[in-house]
């Protein structure tokens, strides 16, 4: 081995350390325990048998998606408009806006309580108006605007960035030649800021597949994978269907990411 | 392609002042035939893209203002409504579409089939001499094609006039002088109305059937080229189109003087008054007798003719275009001859 050989093993070696102690060794742990129950290697089609988990799995995901749709939606209307219009108090507004961003996922559940819980300002609101207090705090609504809350800074922030950068005149070349605005919306501004939207959607994706605190501050009545992980490991101590579980979790969130990442490669390419 | 003929358009009192109180343009009266090259020239924030785009569409004139297409008044429609072709300076193609999908964006939201509008599409890219790029995507493209591409984008909705903003100002130099010769040809072919805006002189006296010379949100002069270049209607249109000599100097007894001396020149006594001509239009006399003498400074030869910066002897310097056989070495005094009529007195 040549000395330069030697030292490029030498610098390389903290990135290997780091790759074992937190990457390989974990999963390779998870493999071997989620093998070690009394199930043996079959823990993985164990927990794709029990309806209970496959449940949660569909709940999870189709949780995530919700999210994820309803974050971009909401995202691309608030980007847009912050993007391209200037009042007073914008700057105000947009730090405003970025603020969840500090939060961590306990307290976004408790303020999800505060809006949506038993004693909540919604239900007081409704009660006000002569209807049934208004909760939804402590089910899969709940935890839906609990990510959505979450997720939107940070899509916002992404998608504000990309506004910014579209070319105006590529929306007026589309109007000279007819367009309406919606056609223009269609053909021009979301093809434009479709990279954006596939890299910040799969952040979205990935951080509501994963969340636990508010899942867990929320707790009772939700069923996501997280939260089933964590009653397996903590409660049952059932390690084997705890580690098969997570590295369901991980695969199924690492495929979603590696799919929109090589859709987002082909958009990028196409946009630029 | 059927050749075809654009629409008349006409601006009534349209001025322009933006909501932070800047006025870019004062109200103002401009009519383009149909059919016409209108090109609108001027430096950078006289007004010229602000008129394009109360034109287009894009802008609304301020209240008073009025915008006719054949007579009928416009000025309400959004630009989606007005069937104008733009052509930008950035190109703005659509990177999501190839070529052909992007010729064909207009007819497409126009409801035209896929089948007719591919159809029309090529046809345009024909006459364009790009059908071979039919299926390229835009990031394939070089800047004179994507430019060809900008054009037949507008051109295939079949607008009632096409609108340029500073089409070439990203090509370079050689590939804008191949390509104003194309576009002119092709107006001319089409005789579509056209509104052509740069801050290129040779471009505007190329191109236009008319130039409106635009300074500081206001028109300084409306002509054909000849006329701006020839007859510069002030000292601003002189020293933009083209290179101007000026001498300063007084008008008396029907005599021009100045430091380099005096010539006879048909006009009344100004105690104030400045000779205005191109370095073509005068030519120099060796031996001179008595006239305007000047010391040649520098001699430049170009093949075909020479340029010759002369100075006077309160050091203001003239620049001569004369034939190249006149052989003169920088130190001689020459004698400065105007030609007739193709000088004017400001």
Redesign the interface.
Known sequence: MRSADRLAVLFLAPLFAFAAAFFVLPLAELVLVAGSGPNGAFEYLAILANPRHVQTLVATLALSAGVSVATLALGTVVALFLARTRFAGRALLVSALTLPLAFPGVVVGFMIILLAGRQGLLGAFTQSLGMDRLVFAYSMAGLFAGYLYFSLPRVLVTLMAAAEKL?P??E?????????RL?VLR??TL??L?PALIASGAIAFATAMGAFGTAFTLATRIDVLAMTIYTEFTLNANFATASALSLALGLITWGVLALTRNMAGTGV???? | MKPRTGAAVTLAGCGKTFADGTRALAPLDLSVAAGETLVLLGPSGCGKTTLLRIIAGLESPDAGGRVLFDGADVTALPIEKRNVGMVFQSYALFPNMNVRENVAYGLRVRGVGKAERSRLADEVLEMMRIDALAERRITQLSGGQRQRVALARALAVRPKAILLDEPMAALDAALREHLRGEIDALLRRLSITAVYVTHDQAEALALGDRIVVMREGEIAQVGTPREVYERPADAFVASFVGTTNRLEGTVRGGRFACAAGTMALDAPDMPKAALLFRPEAARLVLDPPAGLVLKVEQVQFQGARQKVTLCTPDSVRVVVETPPDLEIAPGMLMGLALDPNRFSLV
């Open positions: 070319d005149a590529l007026e070349a589309a109007r000279s030649l007819g367009a309406s056609a053909d021009v093809p434009g479709s390419a196409a946009a630029g």
